[in-house]
């Protein structure tokens, strides 16, 4: 594809929403409240699983200024995504150590807050399934999949704690195994965590003979509407999603979670609208949160580098209930091989129930937890045969023309150019100091990645040109933060050739804007921008019509070029007419309106995998290629480990903002170095959270991210895409804990199997290596 | 979710006195009870005792050293000239607390009355010889920051006492301190092993006496004197600092279930040497 001169499209681009987020103006749903609003409070359990034998709420609803309590009794409706049974209050039984039992709404937050503390729970207390080793034991089964109401497919094992189980199998691996030079194994283990968005959740719910009306922050309006008309029984056009501006979501927000508490409230208020907002302890406590994975891995590899055979088996927990965990399994098998070109493979994902908090989507969707085990494996195998890291990568990449081990044939393939640029962006050619001054120890490594989106899925998009030639642009993708409104601006203002100052984004409400398949999966920059270029097209052609008749001119004469509407009157003189104008040329007075509509789906390029061995000869419209690289200090006498420069290179396809682009990116690396050293959701032996606050969870703090950042900013660009965009969201954090991982690997020789890769644990990772183990104290 | 709670801010230290002698709790910053309110702590009132003049105040002189009123912020302990000049472990200690935010309302007085085996500014105090002067219903009294500490979140004060200020006698003519701190990340962290030394030495470069703290790793912060006596007597050399990190070793005894208690542990003898570095470094730049 031949690069073109944009106006927009690639420029740096201020984003509408940037003041009124510095400062202050935006409104988010805590910050909004309804007439005659009551507000709603939960009571938690105290177990992670145990039968409820009672509740007793009579003294809470007996204290002035109660209006409503609930309990599983009166609310059991599922809510979960994948499998209906997650319920909105707590059914018979608990299931993690916080999940909601009863639901009180009050005149005040601090009356609803006391009359929880009134509510007494009798609990059968019994031994919870914690890791994912006793949860494949099974010797408790939580859930019976045959009875479960599935939303989607699910390929869960009977009588087992497998919700899901996806399998690729391509050639013979154990054949290749043993005609391999090595067979390399390992084992690598990601740990639970959670997003910590800024703004945690938050509803408000209005039910009345209209209807159920429901402001939140949510990533998934539509999605979410259908969830709650089959919950409460409702036709779709009678429940009303309006989403206020979202102080992020990566993931968190992709589901229902506070919408059907408050929902169920407000039904019985007589239509008093209902209002809840999380507090962090509730975010930790009862949000969604990221599974642990433990991933084994074994490689069949010749003298020469080249990889013949792979084998993984991947255990993923699902948390108490079945959300999106499926659809992280299926998408991350897709991953869990890296970028390589692999003859023999077998990959088995497991998805398991444990009695924790239910995990769900996180920014990168699994694809972090494998890109973590993979490259770790790689560099264990270059280590052990002798070979260059990057050598060894680049020699198994994928490229155009490659079909890969599920049977797909591969282009606008970017990872080799990211592996490049990423590596430049270090100075890897250049040689450097293994020990610092202080005895610290300096150490590199890389991280790729490769992605899919979820597929198929639908977008669409109306564009309202108004009398004064001013734009409304109506869409469904949300913007957390992520910049989504002003891409949307963007695409627009360059396919319809307008002035970008002239666009308006309205609010998403899912009673006017229209279908959107969610603001997840790196896909919006993809999908919507197709649309938006789509409606500018359209009203283009009722443009050429309008200025026709105005002109006397046939609408086949007339062209658009640079902004400029160009034809000729009756007797064939040349006229023209600037889009920017055509509010001052009063040519939209008076007349029918002009409004551009476009609506799109993947669906007929999505070729659905088989259930048995994942084959598809186009599992997803787009593959995501990144390269991440990071050069480290550690301390060998403590542990501690510094980032001293992070490269990161992403195939994007095309620039839309530069400015949002790269501050995707730099957040991103600021993230996925959390996950790397920091972040780790510790669960007791009664599973119950210890760290449920910011103090023990730790995300890194401003102290924490001095280090430069060499951003580089891979255009390969998608034939599909708009303007061959490809998209970014999630792949700016998935390399960051491998490439540090290698990096400390380099350093000091010693290889964490785990992330996060806290300080006390790298420090005794050297101190066996150094010693054997068991010899505390005496070194 | 914090409850409605009744402050009373008082005007003198006589009606702090009479507060806490009827059960409030005295409040200066707020940066540890706030956070203690909020997990459900309940007080029948607290006593805000940050407007008195006399708690506010910082001095330093150059017979009897330094005071500090127990109302000083962390902050301004940092900013304060003398403190930098002449009791810099104790700028290392309070720069490390909580984040800027917390420093501008976190007090001394707090900061000790909290009891936290891994307060910051503890270590410091106990290594310059301070001594706490303590108000209550029978007057005043003195007693040493050592044993100021007697438990976990556990003073010597009694329930109509408060802490008026700190002292902290003059420093030698020939001296080294500091402080480091462990920390899991660069701000917004509760220390997991702190190491406090100070050495003072002879014109010939004889370790006449030294301190040594450790935080953290004890019911209280603690002074190991058998690590003093390791550096005392000779001149400080590798051997005489890997002996007091040896002591210091021992005599950590770090319970958590935040991290490896054996990491904890070893970190004293990482932490002993860089910290008597530091020292010496900084009394070096002073001769």
């Known amino acids: 594809m031949q690069k073109q001169e944009y106006v927009y499209v690639g420029k740096r681009v201020e984003r509408p929403d940037a003041i009124g987020k510095v400062t202050g103006e935006t409104q988010y749903v805590a910050d909004m409240n309804q007439p005659h609003q009551l507000y709603a409070a939960l009571v938690r359990s105290p177990h992670a699983y145990a039968d409820i034998k009672s509740i007793d709420y009579s003294e809470a609803e007996a204290m002035e200024g109660v209006a409503v309590?609930?309990?599983?009794?009166?609310?059991?409706?599922?809510?979960?995504?994948?499998?209906?049974?997650?319920?909105?209050?707590?059914?018979?039984?608990?299931?993690?150590?916080?999940?909601?039992?009863?639901?009180?709404a009050a005149e005040t937050l601090e009356i609803a807050k006391a009359a929880c503390e009134k509510v007494r729970v009798e609990y059968e207390v019994k031994r919870p399934v914690l890791t994912l080793e006793d949860s494949l034991k099974g010797d408790v089964v939580f859930h019976d999949w045959s009875k479960l109401n599935t939303h989607h497919e699910l390929y869960f094992e009977q009588d087992t704690n497998i919700c899901q189980h996806v399998k690729v199998r391509e050639g013979d691996t154990d054949k290749a195994f043993t005609e391999a030079d090595y067979v390399i194994e390992g084992e690598y283990e990601t740990s639970g965590i959670q997003h910590v968005c800024l703004e945690g959740h938050g509803a408000i719910a209005k039910f009345d003979r209209d209807g159920l009306v429901v402001w939140t922050c949510a990533q998934s309006p539509f999605f979410m509407r259908g969830q709650l008309?089959?919950?409460?029984?409702?036709?779709?056009?009678?429940?009303?999603?309006?989403?206020?501006?979202?102080?992020?979501?990566?993931?968190?927000k992709w589901e229902l979670r506070v919408e059907p508490v408050v929902a169920a409230l407000a039904k019985r208020t007589k239509g008093r609208p209902v209002k809840i907002v999380f507090t962090r302890e509730d975010e930790f406590m009862g949000a969604y949160s990221r599974g642990a994975?433990?991933?084994?891995?074994?490689?069949?590899?010749?003298?020469?580098?080249?990889?013949?055979?792979?084998?993984?088996?991947?255990?993923?927990?699902?948390?108490?209930?079945?959300?999106?965990?499926?659809?992280?399994?299926?998408?991350?098998?897709?991953?869990?091989?890296?970028?390589?070109?692999?003859?023999?493979?077998?990959?088995?994902?497991?998805?398991?129930?444990?009695?924790?908090?239910?995990?769900?989507?996180?920014?990168?969707?699994?694809?972090?937890?494998?890109?973590?085990?993979?490259?770790?494996?790689?560099d264990d195998i270059a280590k052990t045969i002798g070979l260059d890291v990057y050598k060894f990568r680049d020699q198994n990449l994928w490229e155009d023309g490659y079909t890969t081990h599920t049977g797909e044939k591969l282009f606008s393939v970017g990872i080799r150019e990211c592996l490049q640029k990423a590596a430049e962006g270090l100075d890897w050619e250049e040689p450097y100091e293994k020990t610092a001054p202080d005895g610290r120890l300096r150490g590199r490594g890389m991280c790729l990645t490769c992605k899919i989106t979820g597929t198929p899925s639908g977008s669409a998009a109306i564009a309202k040109l108004n009398e004064d030639g001013t734009v409304d642009l109506l869409k469904s993708g949300t913007d957390m933060g992520q910049g989504n409104n002003s891409v949307a601006c963007i695409f627009f203002a360059e396919a319809m050739q307008i002035d970008i100052k002239k666009i308006n984004v309205a609010p998403v409400d899912t009673l006017y804007t229209p279908y959107e398949k969610s603001a997840t999966g790196s896909r919006l920059t993809f999908h919507m921008g197709r649309v938006l270029i789509e409606a500018a097209e359209s009203i283009h052609k009722q443009l050429k019509k309008r200025m026709g008749n105005h002109w006397g001119c046939p609408v086949d004469d007339i062209v658009i070029e640079h902004g400029i509407i160009k034809g000729h009157d009756k007797e064939g003189k040349p006229?023209?007419?600037?889009?920017?104008?055509?509010?001052?040329?009063?040519?939209?007075?008076?007349?029918?309106?002009?409004?551009?509509?476009?609506?799109?789906?993947?669906?007929?390029?999505?070729?659905?995998?088989?259930?048995?061995?994942?084959?598809?000869?186009?599992?997803?419209?787009?593959?995501?290629?990144?390269?991440?690289?990071?050069?480290?200090?550690?301390?060998?006498?403590?542990?501690?480990?510094?980032?001293?420069?992070?490269?990161?290179?992403?195939?994007?396809?095309?620039?839309?903002?530069?400015?949002?682009?790269?501050?995707?990116?730099?957040?991103?690396?600021?993230?996925?170095?959390?996950?790397?050293?920091?972040?780790?959701?510790?669960?007791?032996?009664?599973?119950?959270?210890?760290?449920?606050?910011?103090?023990?969870?730790?995300?890194?703090?401003?102290?924490?991210?001095?280090?430069?950042?060499?951003?580089?900013?891979?255009?390969?660009?998608?034939?599909?895409g708009p303007y061959g965009a490809k998209g970014i969201g999630e792949c700016c954090v998935t390399g960051v804990p491998g490439a540090i991982g290698n990096a400390l690997f380099d350093a000091a020789g010693v290889r964490v199997t785990k992330i996060p890769m806290k300080p006390d644990q790298v420090y005794l990772a050297m101190k066996e290596q150094k010693y054997g183990r068991r010899c505390e104290g005496e070194c | 979710m914090l409850k409605p709670f009744k402050l009373i801010s008082v005007c003198n230290l006589e009606e702090a006195v009479s507060g806490a002698a009827n059960g409030l709790k005295i409040f200066a910053g707020g940066t540890d009870i706030l956070v203690m309110m909020h997990k459900g702590a309940e007080y029948s009132g607290l006593a805000d005792i940050?407007?008195?003049?006399?708690?506010?105040?910082?001095?330093?002189?150059?017979?009897?050293?330094?005071?500090?009123?127990?109302?000083?912020?962390?902050?301004?302990?940092?900013?304060?000239?003398?403190?930098?000049?002449y009791y810099p472990a104790l700028v290392d200690g309070c720069?490390?607390?909580?984040?800027?935010?917390?420093?501008?309302?976190?007090?001394?007085?707090?900061?000790?009355?909290?009891?936290?085996?891994?307060?910051?500014?503890?270590?410091?105090?106990?290594?310059?010889?301070?001594?706490?002067?303590?108000?209550?219903?029978?007057?005043?009294?003195?007693?040493?920051?050592?044993?100021?500490?007697?438990?976990?979140?556990?003073?010597?004060?009694?329930?109509?006492?408060?802490?008026?200020?700190?002292?902290?006698?003059?420093?030698?003519?020939?001296?080294?301190?500091?402080?480091?701190?462990?920390?899991?990340?660069?701000?917004?962290?509760?220390?997991?092993m702190s190491s406090g030394i100070r050495v003072i030495c002879d014109e010939n470069g004889i370790c006449r006496d030294a301190r040594v703290t450790l935080s953290a790793v004890a019911v209280t912060p603690i002074r190991v004197r058998s690590a003093e006596e390791a550096l005392k007597g000779g001149k400080i050399t590798d051997e005489s600092i890997l002996q007091a990190a040896e002591f210091a070793y021992e005599t950590a005894q770090p319970k958590t279930w935040r991290n490896s208690e054996e990491w904890s542990k070893d970190m004293v003898k990482t932490y002993i040497p860089r910290t008597v570095d530091l020292a010496v470094e900084r009394m070096k730049r002073e001769c």
Request: charged content about 25%.
């Open chain 1, 69 to 104: 309590v609930i309990t599983g009794e009166d609310e059991h409706t599922g809510i979960g995504h994948y499998a209906a049974e997650m319920p909105t209050l707590a059914y018979k039984r608990v299931m993690y150590w916080g999940e909601p039992v009863v639901a009180i």
């Open chain 1, 293 to 378: 994975q433990k991933i084994k891995i074994k490689s069949g590899v010749m003298k020469d580098g080249t990889i013949v055979a792979r084998e993984v088996y991947n255990l993923q927990d699902s948390g108490a209930y079945v959300n999106g965990a499926p659809r992280l399994n299926y998408l991350s098998t897709y991953a869990c091989c890296g970028p390589y070109k692999i003859k023999n493979v077998k990959i088995d994902t497991l998805t398991l129930i444990t009695n924790k908090l239910p995990t769900s989507a996180y920014r990168g969707f699994g694809i972090q937890e494998v890109s973590w085990a993979c490259e770790c494996h790689m």
């Open chain 2, 50 to 85: 940050s407007r008195i003049e006399e708690l506010k105040q910082i001095t330093f002189d150059e017979k009897d050293g330094l005071k500090i009123g127990a109302c000083v912020t962390h902050s301004e302990i940092i900013s304060n000239e003398f403190v930098q000049k």
């Open chain 1, 575 to 720: 006229t023209e007419l600037a889009i920017n104008d055509l509010g001052k040329a009063r040519v939209l007075i008076e007349q029918d309106p002009i409004i551009g509509v476009a609506a799109h789906n993947t669906v007929d390029i999505w070729d659905k995998p088989d259930r048995d061995t994942g084959r598809s000869s186009r599992v997803s419209v787009l593959w995501f290629w990144t390269a991440h690289a990071a050069q480290i200090l550690v301390d060998p006498k403590t542990g501690e480990i510094e980032i001293e420069k992070f490269s990161a290179a992403h195939d994007v396809g095309q620039v839309i903002n530069e400015d949002s682009v790269r501050g995707q990116i730099e957040g991103g690396i600021v993230q996925g170095m959390g996950h790397a050293l920091f972040e780790e959701l510790e669960w007791n032996d009664e599973g119950v959270l210890m760290n449920p606050n910011m103090a023990d969870f730790k995300v890194p703090t401003a102290k924490d991210v001095g280090f430069p950042m060499n951003i580089s900013l891979v255009e390969v660009p998608h034939p599909e």
């Open chain 2, 95 to 192: 720069s490390k607390i909580g984040s800027v935010q917390v420093r501008n309302k976190g007090t001394i007085g707090g900061n000790i009355c909290n009891a936290s085996p891994a307060a910051d500014s503890a270590g410091p105090l106990l290594l310059y010889d301070a001594t706490v002067e303590i108000i209550g219903k029978d007057g005043r009294r003195e007693v040493p920051a050592e044993e100021f500490f007697t438990g976990v979140k556990r003073t010597v004060l009694k329930q109509d006492e408060l802490v008026v200020c700190i002292k902290l006698p003059r420093i030698t003519e020939r001296e080294g301190s500091a402080y480091l701190k462990l920390m899991k990340r660069g701000a917004m962290e509760i220390g997991i």
């Open chain 1, 229 to 252: 008309a089959r919950a409460f029984g409702l036709p779709q056009n009678k429940v009303r999603m309006i989403i206020p501006p979202i102080g992020g979501g990566f993931g968190n």
